[in-house]
């Protein structure tokens, strides 16, 4: 159980406070409602280079890191297609010091050439390394455009391609910067040994006075129900051929994700799940292999991607993957398989409560959700979820055009 109180400042950032007396550090978290699918199509990349730009900073603090570890504090940051979130954990009697770091770059960047060009070197490095020059790196550069046609999710987090980094110029930072970067466009989240009644006071001296407002956002172009097979071939100095097949499925938030949550931990949860069961240890097709949906707050993608073992021929992975795929939509999953993937959940659910971050985080992104109380109840909806609705989702999803193959084939010749 999370406890926690809240409160809007007049410049509509919301706050939420967890109280826990038990350990002298307080973790500060702040959401960002900005993703990669909020960019420009031709300008990507930007949510994520800011990630790197907001630690170059402020305009009232030259240097963000220094003064935070001088408190005994650290920090960290992360971007996805949804949310940018930065928190930190410091002692809580030097909860000011994180106030008063992350409201000055709230209120401005200090923009500057030099830090746009340090920043944009890192990011055209990490895009180089982890995308382009490493084994299987590009996947999702090429599977994201196979199975978006409209919608933002077509690009990746680190963007479509290195000259959208590139060529971004001061102008471009700038308003990115003053478009979504706003207290009425994040949530900040306070977990540990503090007082809501003294936390609000704080936050109301320290952001109170940002008062600058995000413009009103304009609608994310739905993505088509998908009514065609799509596939893609590519050869690549791999070691081993891999499949990837990307299937649409619901958003985070609608009450349908559940129930297809719990059918991917059926299929690939552990290596007592289904397919790491049949198809690596029984049928030794696989080396790896595994089911996962891309939990997106719009309409997501359901994964099945696997890595071939040497010598085994495509179209009889295939078939294998498709013989399970067509088990779980056609028979209803057992009691006890059932139990045990729901336990797996509130196991992962209790240890990601065990430390301050882990509970600002969830309670932060279930305030974006809608409701902060998730936090605590969202359990009891996957507890709820029954045999009969996995198979449903399971039949509703895995149907062959809906589905986007991806075959990442390795042009090795031994």
């Not at 990507?44 to 009232?60: I, Y």
């Not at 979130?85 to 709230?106: H, K, Q």
């Not at 009425?184 to 936050?203: Q, R, S, Y």
């Not at 049928?283 to 595994?290: A, E, G, P, V, Y």
Request: aromatic share 10%; glycine share 4%.
């Amino acid at each position: 159980m999370i406890n926690y109180s809240s409160k809007t400042l007049s410049n509509g950032l919301k706050v939420l406070v967890h109280e826990d007396p038990s350990t002298p550090l307080v973790t500060v978290n702040i959401l960002y409602r900005v993703g990669a699918r909020d960019e420009n199509p031709d300008k990507t990349g930007f949510a994520h280079l800011f990630e790197h730009l907001m630690f170059g900073g402020s305009v009232n603090i030259p240097e963000y890191d220094s003064p935070l570890q001088l408190a005994g504090g650290d920090n960290n940051a992360f971007t996805n297609n949804d949310i940018t979130n930065y928190y930190l954990t410091l002692p809580a009697n030097n909860i000011e010091t994180g106030f008063w770091l992350e409201s000055d770059r709230m209120l401005s960047l200090a923009f500057s050439e030099k830090s746009l060009e340090v920043q944009r070197n890192v990011v055209v490095e990490e895009f180089k390394q982890r995308y382009l020059n490493q084994p299987y790196g590009d996947v999702w550069l090429l599977l994201r455009p196979l199975a978006y046609r409209v919608h933002p999710y077509q690009w990746a987090t680190i963007g479509k391609e290195i000259e959208h980094i590139t060529n971004a110029t001061l102008d471009d930072v700038r308003e990115f910067f003053f478009r979504y970067y706003s207290p009425d466009n994040a949530i900040m989240t306070i977990a540990g040994g503090v007082k809501a009644e003294e936390v609000f006071p704080l936050a109301e001296k320290w952001f109170g006075e940002i008062k600058r407002i995000a413009p009103v956002r304009i609608p994310y172009p739905k993505e088509p129900e998908q009514t065609e097979y799509r596939e893609l071939t590519v050869e690549r100095d791999i070691p081993y051929s891999s499949i990837y097949r990307a299937y649409h499925m619901c958003s985070r938030l609608d009450k349908k994700f559940y129930a297809v949550d719990l059918l991917s931990d059926i299929l690939s949860r552990g290596k007592s799940s289904r397919l790491y069961n049949t198809l690596v240890k029984e049928k030794k097709l696989f080396s790896d292999i595994n089911a996962y949906s891309t939990s997106d707050f719009d309409p997501g993608l359901m994964v099945v991607e696997g890595k071939l073992v040497k010598g085994v021929e495509m179209a009889d992975a295939e078939r294998a993957i498709d013989a399970e795929l067509n088990k779980i939509c056609e028979e209803l999953v057992e009691k006890d398989e059932l139990e045990k993937v729901k336990n797996k959940v509130e196991s992962t659910m209790e240890f990601s409560e065990m430390d301050l971050a882990g509970r600002a985080l969830n309670l932060a992104i279930a305030e974006y959700m809608g409701d902060a109380n998730l936090v605590n109840t969202e359990l009891a909806l996957y507890r709820a979820v029954t045999a009969e609705e996995i198979k449903a989702s399971a039949r509703e999803i895995f149907r062959k055009e809906n589905c986007s193959t991806l075959y990442y084939l390795s042009n090795r010749k031994n």
